[in-house]
């Protein structure tokens, strides 16, 4: 691997040989920081994600009122253990407008509580954020009778401005499969007076349900309809956020596609709405072996999983309910379709038009031009493999996902591979780049 300014290299290497700890959770981290900001007293947080999505939603909290103590920093990569004090429901109003940078999951949570404290905030990220909708938690939250005004050049998109005010239960049908609004609604529930209720289209991951148990927050799970009642209060009480299963999935698919790999995974988040990577990945053939550490541990299981390569990798359908619960693992997973024998089919995800960046275009387009064979539609892709990839250098849209994914396809392709805009990868998983050198040395 080599490095410069924003760009990062692969090229094809002997096998990855090893073995890491994959950092925090970065869905679970987001809500630690949010639900242990609200919450009353002091509570232990380890493992917490140090990257630019999660610092930005613990600095928001802050803003409004809790407060950190670090406990424990590694050296390049942050202070992921500490302690969290939170605001006990009597937040302040911020001093200043609250940068969510990259993430969709903190602006939309962020949203769901801001919109029932009082005072006013302003939400605002950057351009890529700046382009994805928000009128998917506006809308319900207007419902609950927040007032929340999109700023943004493109209709629909912040910066947010939202007025706080008292919110009013609702009974919520979700138009599309998304963790992120269930939980902006669900968030706004806490402070809403009777039951808030969210139906889902597909099961989603379902950390906050998690979390609300965790930290004693009333809910009900009835089939696909989530419920909870207000007002609540939250109750601080120490966690450990597991390792990132989106993150290990980079090093699943790297271990599943270059010859000679034998890698071990540790402290993974095993939580079975985040699992279907692996669930796709062993039908193609993968060689995945997964020591369960804990079952329930804080709410969330998790263990180690070993990978090494496979005797041959054979193409599959992703089936639609599978699609929410690997959403952010389809750009890695389609280049892994691009080492299997036959055509793998990756339809229903139209979500991931609106993530970073339109993903079906950019993992397609990338792809392409590394000589794989694509077909590309408005709700996903088909990638037939066999073709061998060439290294070139990519564009990364600035998309810590679209980045990863294709320094992975690098470690196999003929020549070097250079992702410009590798400074994204940050986003969720800092460290990315020590750990490429680790195990590919
Ligand atoms: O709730 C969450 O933490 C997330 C939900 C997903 O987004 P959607 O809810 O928009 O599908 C996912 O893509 C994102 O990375 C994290
Ligand atoms: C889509 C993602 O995150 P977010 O929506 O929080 O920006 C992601 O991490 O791939």
Redesign the pocket.
Known sequence: MTNSAHTLSTRRTQGLRGTITIPGD??IS??VAILGGLAAGRMTVKNYLCSQDCLNTLRAMQQIGAKITPLRETPGYGVTDFILEGCCMQPQAPAQDIDCGNS??GM??LAGILAALPFTSKLYGDASLCSRPMQRIIQPLSLMGADITALGEKPGCAPLLIRGTRLQPIHYNLP????????AVLLAGIFAEGTTSVTQPAV??D??ERLYAHFGIPYTVNGLIISTTGPADIRAKDITVPGDI?SAAFWLVAATICPNSDITLLNVGLNETRTAVIDVLRRMGADIRITLRSAEHEGEPYGDISVRTPARLVATDILPEEI?NL??EIPILAVAAAFAEGTTGIRNAK?LR??ESDRIATTAGNLRRMGANVEEYEDGITVTGGAPLHGCALPGYGDHRIAMSFLIAGLNAEGTTTLDTADAIDTSYPGFASHLAKLSR
């Open positions: 970065k869905s987001h809500r969709g999951t939309r949570l599309m499969a998304s963790a992120q609004v269930k939980s989603t991951r950390h906050t989106s929410p959403i952010d979500e609106v993530k």
